[in-house]
């Protein structure tokens, strides 16, 4: 395809075109490129071997873009990872409304997209980013990202929302800023290579081979050692260790303590480990992987992959609510959040059943007795708006949520019988303070489509769907054993007209209700602690795996 052509249908917006125009510009780093367009959103998937460096793939992704006049293009998101270690990425997202279509020298047919220029940002403009951040102007980029999470976070508990924006603005200006400086600086030493020379990286990593023996002869091993494939090979002299488990333990704490940035090996992922019985014969062979580097993530509190936030915020969240149940004044004075709850529990049902409802924080549910097409096609219109922003940002648990809602939506609607609506109906008060809370709470771990911030509020509304949640679980557990009675009646209708009477009514015993709803409440536990142990877990691997390294290799 002509380079005329493929600038063309670029600018047209055409996924394809755009990403054989990255993939040209960034060859030489041997990256694959998968791009997907939605409306002005585009979503590029790389992967390559070692690991790309960020900054620069994002400038020359940036400035390529740019030069290009992508102008249909207004947010690009990039996803890198290791081929064959998909674990090992970085992600990143940046904005080209308005820097498209003004920059002068606009890339023509016969230009080759290169990195990034020497034009930059006016001095005033870069003074006031960096008193935005409160950084001082030889400020490297981990410390402008990190100056940003902090305010960030800062302005979010404060909630001072608005002045988010001129964070992030700040934040994108400066990177760019000295992302460019970087790259001038590189292409500065080779004038007709358009990406950096590697031999700065390669000198560092031979020096990293010659020090690594002398660093496994320390913990007593010997071997010898290279680079092949992109992995770091280990040979252990026959002898050097018996026990191979032990041997790779050592190796895995050593590297952990060693730095592996000074040493040129942070861009390789794995290491082979290979034990001989003599010159020529392997006895064992064991694959290490490589101690991650830290992210930003671990120091940004509204991050969902803050491994932190995950393993321990939560439960603090979950146990705030568990002691809130356990003072009578604060269960007293946040009675209303129950209510809430449990009002919402009735309507969500008669939503999902085609009914108007309107749940009142006074204890009482407006519920229309008929179908409505207006209320089912709302419903549905809000779930495919959920299913199409989640798609659009890549979040699964949107469009699988939206997805399980409207199979819910069209069984509730047209399959259930009325006198079996009026049963759920009922049923759904209680069971909304187990099932919805149970959502909310897992939903913590799921970023939702921007526009709901629900990385900010998800931490108060845990705490509120906790507070209700633990007051049921204890409310059933003591009813099952007898010590409580079931809760009869309602606040407007006396002792005769409670949801507990409905379903009385509609046929169920005293042992059924006691049942149903205690079975209910352990399910919506054992989900809970699932999910829990799930991400917790798969957010630490990495951490648990060195855990069991440094035991094996223990003296």
């Not at 992600?91 to 990034?116: K, N, T």
């Not at 950084?135 to 909630?159: C, H, I, K, M, N």
């Not at 709901?452 to 054993?481: C, E, K, M, S």
Request: aromatic share 10%; charged share 15%; net charge neutral.
């Amino acid at each position: 395809m002509a380079a005329a052509s493929l600038i063309e249908q670029a600018q047209a917006g055409d996924a394809e075109a755009i990403a054989s125009l990255l993939t040209q510009a960034l060859a030489p780093n041997d990256i694959t490129i998968v791009a997907e367009r939605q409306s002005y959103y585009l979503v590029l998937e790389l992967t390559g071997h070692p690991l790309p460096e960020q900054n620069f793939v994002v400038a020359t992704i940036r400035q390529c873009l740019v030069r290009f006049q992508v102008d249909i293009i207004g947010i690009v998101q990039i996803h890198c990872a290791l081929a064959g270690q998909p674990d090992i990425n970085w992600r990143e997202e940046f904005s080209l409304l308005g820097a498209v279509g003004h920059e002068e020298g606009a890339v023509s047919s016969g230009d080759v997209c290169r990195p990034l220029g020497t034009d930059s940002p006016a001095p005033s403009a870069l003074d006031q980013a960096y008193r935005i951040l409160n950084l001082r102007p030889e400020a490297t980029l981990s410390e402008v990202d990190q100056a940003y999470f902090r305010l960030r976070a800062e302005r979010l508990r404060q909630g001072k929302r608005d002045d988010v924006a001129a964070l992030k603005a700040a934040r994108s200006l400066l990177k760019e800023s000295l992302q460019s400086v970087s790259v001038q600086s590189i292409s500065a030493q080779s004038v007709s290579a358009p990406l950096p020379s590697p031999t700065a990286a390669t000198d560092r990593t031979a020096a990293g081979l010659e020090a690594l023996p002398k660093l496994l002869r320390s913990r007593g091993l010997v071997g010898k050692v290279r680079i092949k494939d992109g992995k770091l090979q280990i040979q252990l002299a026959p002898g050097s260790s018996q026990n191979p488990n032990r041997a790779s333990a050592t190796l895995y704490t050593l590297l952990e303590q060693a730095d592996l940035k000074a040493l040129g090996l942070d861009q390789l992922a794995q290491v082979e480990v290979y034990g001989l019985v003599s010159s020529t014969q392997i006895g064992w062979k064991r694959l290490v992987p490589l101690p991650p580097p830290a992210t930003p993530d671990d120091t940004d509190l509204m991050s969902f992959q803050n491994r932190y936030v995950s393993a321990l915020a939560f439960p603090a969240l979950l146990l705030l609510g568990m002691g809130m149940n356990a003072m009578p004044l604060v269960n007293g004075l946040l009675f209303g959040i129950k209510i809430w709850f449990h009002e919402f529990g009735h309507a969500t049902v008669a939503w999902m059943a085609g009914r108007r409802a309107i749940p009142l924080p006074i204890g009482w549910t407006n519920v229309g007795q008929a179908r409505s097409l207006f209320v089912y096609v709302g419903v549905l219109t809000l779930l495919g708006l959920l299913f199409w922003a989640g798609r659009r940002e890549g979040q699964r648990w949107s469009q699988i949520l939206a997805g399980v809602l409207v199979v819910l939506q069209f069984c509730c609607t047209w399959l259930l019988p009325e006198p079996r609506f009026q049963t759920w109906l009922a049923f759904g008060g209680i069971g909304g303070e187990l099932y919805l809370c149970t959502l909310l709470m897992v939903s913590f771990f799921f970023p939702l489509p921007a526009y709901w911030r629900w990385d900010f509020y998800r931490y108060p509304v845990v705490i509120g769907a906790a507070f209700t949640f633990w007051g049921q679980i204890w409310l059933w557990r003591q009813i099952n054993r007898g010590v409580e009675s079931i809760p009869w009646g309602s606040l407007w209708g006396g002792e005769a007209n409670g949801d507990m009477n409905a379903l009385s009514y509609a046929g169920w015993s005293d042992r059924q209700i006691i049942a149903t709803y205690t079975t209910m409440s352990n399910v919506c536990l054992l989900a809970l602690v699932s999910v829990y142990l799930y991400i917790a877990i798969r957010q630490n691997r990495h951490y648990l795996f060195a855990l069991t390294q440094r035991w094996l290799a223990r003296e």
